[in-house]
């Protein structure tokens, strides 16, 4: 769970985080505008209120002069609403441009995941990755809309109302700041403990998310193996910790504004202390009483104000460190320099468009692996040396025991990860030399673990490409034998897949990946393990769409069946990251090595032992590996 919990909170601001925040409201400056002038002009009448009650009563009522009442009445009418107006447009400009700059933040964010390699991903769990682009984003959203332009409103107000204090008497003006001493006490204690409580609530709310998406992700192997009791106590018990860090954080709250509200009515007390016993011996006016009493009201506001704003400064200056720790993480597969590079969003998100498109999918497809060295840890190496050709249109199959790397030749084709020593090349061209999206369009991929976006049939098959007609969608579903479980569904190829294809087989799936593969006729086939979660039946036909499929097309297949590569033009060997053989069928089965152990140990009785005149397994040829499906 520590992978889920927010890091250590840092400072509670950070200049140079806060000049990074504040380039995103660049593009808003005159909604920032906006909002600092109705701020400021609603200010200004908030403070105008106390000081017509000041004038009403000293120029009017304890003088007796009821003539001009009615304007100081009309005059306070037209503050109120033009305070109302006000207030209106501030909080509409702001929330509009805090909701925009989310936006600009989720596509900035968005588009950089979309460019990061997959070694990112091997490093990053998911949950951490969804923090960001949500509940980080939101913080930073109140940040906006709820600090950096109205902490300028209880600054305003603060300095305001004690100018105008110290200008109408200044007497009473140190009378009501005799409590700020022990105001800014209060404030401190309170910022102080608000700031751990934060931070404990943040990581106890950290535990409970990544132990729900641990647990219903595997809710079916909770149920086989009867762990109901014992998670759901092991739930109680991060929730009961999340409750009591919530209650330890109302009680900070809780104390802190009444404490606030306590030292505001003894401000008031004193007021009508000293100021009522002045206004007895006639040596200040009731109106400058009444009109301190008023704005002391409003001076202890700002400042419970300002300290609620520090924890929303003390958490936008964690999220954007987080939020920005991931924008600056570098993006280490990219296309070569002479790609064209546009912006793919209006939030600035880019992405590599080639230099020069191809002029069709059609292509070669020849493929080479020169002296290829990878490890997905440092010196741990998946690959050693692994030098082979794939011809134009031919077909070969990878075997090999788990771990052997097999799975590591197809993510180091599509640029999923660099090799480390060597290059691959297709038709001539080293990869690292193709723009991305010329390079991976040529590929068509087909895992044994099929993702299904949700949405329809049909939207899964041509995954949004509107070049692919629905003539092609159901010619592509034809030729795999896909069209016969889909006319049995209840809207055919309009049904809802579910999320990640919940309500299919998992051989449905397959065959619509196979589908989805033809779909987009790339040049490049590469299958891994297409066919190991399919039964026998469904693997004949199956392979009969396979042949439709590879025709005509460079084809890789990874497989531990096989009775899925026999028929293939040439089958690699791979043993511990080395390329042990080549050939065909019959020409590794002739050799009698390790291609020819694999054969007997699935094809033959094992009760019979081993078959005078074939060897026995030769040592350590399957030794298990270490299970790592991203370094099979």
């Known amino acids: 769970m520590s992978l889920h919990e927010p890091e250590v909170l840092g400072k509670a601001y950070d200049a140079r985080l806060m000049r990074r925040l504040l380039g995103y409201l660049r593009p808003h400056r005159r909604s920032v505008g ?177 132990f729900l998406q641990e647990n219903i992700s595997g809710m079916a192997t909770v149920q086989i193996f009867r762990r109901e009791v014992r998670n759901f106590e092991q739930f109680e018990r991060i929730n009961r910790a999340h409750r009591d860090a919530n209650v330890e954080s109302i009680f900070y709250y809780a104390t802190f504004y009444p404490a606030i509200e306590v030292l505001g009515a003894v401000a008031t007390a004193l007021i009508i202390w000293y100021g009522g016993g002045r206004a007895v011996q006639n040596t200040v006016e009731l109106g400058v009483l009444v009109a301190c009493l008023q704005y002391s009201q409003r001076f202890f506001k700002p400042i419970s104000d300002l300290s609620e704003k520090f924890n929303i400064l003390q958490s936008a200056m964690a999220s954007s460190e987080r939020i920005f720790a991931l924008l600056d993480t570098p993006v280490e597969i990219t296309s070569p320099p002479g790609s064209v590079t546009v912006p793919a969003s209006s939030a600035g998100a880019l992405e590599a468009v080639p230099a020069r498109l191809p002029a069709s999918r059609g292509g070669s497809g020849r493929i080479r692996f020169e002296h290829v060295w990878f490890a997905y840890r440092d010196d741990e190496y998946v690959l050693r040396d692994v030098s082979f050709d794939v011809a134009a249109g031919e077909r070969v199959g990878v075997v090999g025991a788990t771990g052997a790397g097999k799975t590591t030749l197809i993510n180091l084709l599509m640029r999923f990860y660099d090799v480390d020593r060597g290059r691959i090349t297709i038709d001539g061209a080293d990869i690292r030399e193709i723009p991305l999206p010329d390079l991976r369009q040529r590929f068509g991929l087909v895992l044994q673990d099929v993702y299904l976006f949700s949405g329809s049939v049909r939207d899964n098959i041509r995954l949004g490409d509107e070049a692919i007609g629905d003539s092609d969608v159901h010619a592509a579903a034809r030729s795999v034998h896909a069209d016969r479980f889909i006319e049995r569904l209840a809207d055919g190829m309009d049904t809802e897949v579910g999320e990640r294809g919940a309500s299919l087989s998992v051989g449905q799936r397959q065959l619509l990946s196979f589908a989805r593969a033809l779909a987009f006729a790339p040049d490049v086939l590469l299958l891994d393990e297409a066919t190991a979660s399919v039964d026998t039946d469904t693997e004949r036909v199956i392979q009969d769409a396979l042949h439709v499929l590879m025709a005509g097309r460079t084809t890789i297949a990874i497989a531990h069946r096989l009775s899925t590569v026999q028929d293939m033009d040439q089958i690699l060997v791979l043993h511990k990251g080395e390329l042990r053989e080549a050939g065909t069928h019959q020409q590794l089965l002739a050799r009698r090595g390790l291609y020819h152990t694999l054969y007997q140990l699935q094809y033959k009785d094992q009760e019979r032992g081993p078959v005078s005149g074939f060897p026995s397994p030769e040592p350590g040829v399957l030794e298990p590996a270490v299970a790592d499906s991203a370094t099979d």
Request: glycine letters at 4%.
């Open 34 to 210: 906006v909002a600092l002038a109705a701020i400021s002009a609603g200010s200004v009448l908030q403070l105008a209120q106390p000081w017509l009650t000041k004038v009403a009563i000293d120029d009017h009522i304890a003088v007796g002069a009821i003539d001009g009442l009615d304007r100081i009445a009309l005059a306070f009418l037209l503050v109120l609403a033009a305070s109302f107006v006000l207030e209106y447009v501030q909080t509409w400009t702001m929330q509009m441009m805090g909701q925009r700059i989310m936006f600009d933040l989720r596509m900035e964010i968005y588009g950089h995941l979309q460019r990061l390699d997959l070694r990112f991903y091997d490093r990053n769990p998911v949950g951490r990755l969804m923090t960001r682009v949500t509940s980080d984003v939101d913080t930073l959203n109140e940040l906006f809309t709820s600090g950096v332009v109205t902490v300028f409103r209880d600054v305003f107000m603060l300095a305001g109302i004690m100018v105008v204090l110290l200008w109408m008497d200044w007497r009473l003006a140190l009378v009501t700041f005799a409590v700020l001493p022990a105001i800014a006490w209060v404030t401190h204690w309170f910022r102080m403990h608000a700031r751990e409580s934060y931070r404990r609530v943040r990581i106890q709310i950290a535990r409970i998310n990544a």
